[in-house]
């Protein structure tokens, strides 16, 4: 594959992922992690460093963020993608009450490496200290 193809792939992939976050199926978000997948999330929250493999991800990072949320008030809203090569940027929103009374409205930012079709790296950034002080007060 070329560049522009193995770009295109890439984008596919994440675009596929992102869709099914939107609805909420969590169960299939796992097969679109390569089995050594890691997850960065920088900074100093009670869910920050690097999880790794699609179980630590999906049922321990991803649980520990939205278990300090109320499940029926959280929104997502996709923004879109820019993609080069294997790195992928996908651009999304996160709104919901926190259990702690506070209103959660994130922006996020994400970088997936894609390779042969799974997604094997992601590093992902949003304001820490919005996160901190309405999620993790």
Not at 59 to 86: C, K, Q, T, W
Request: hydrophobic residues 45%.
């Amino acid at each position: 594959m070329n560049k522009q193809e193995i770009t295109v792939a890439s984008k596919a992939v994440v675009q596929a992922y992102m869709e099914t976050l939107m609805k909420g199926d969590m169960d299939a978000l796992r097969n679109f992690f390569a089995p050594d997948a890691t997850w960065t999330l920088a900074g100093d929250l009670p869910v920050s460093g690097t999880w790794t493999g699609p179980d630590e991800i999906l049922d321990e990072f991803v649980p520990a963020m939205v278990a300090r949320l109320v499940p029926e008030s959280m929104e997502f809203e996709f923004e879109g993608l820019i993609a080069e090569g294997e790195r992928v940027l996908a651009e999304w929103n996160t709104r919901g009450l926190a259990r702690a009374g506070g209103r959660y409205d994130q922006h996020c930012l994400a970088i997936f490496t894609v390779r042969e079709g799974r997604i094997t790296a992601v590093r992902e950034y949003f304001d820490t200290l919005h996160a901190k002080t309405v999620v993790f007060a």
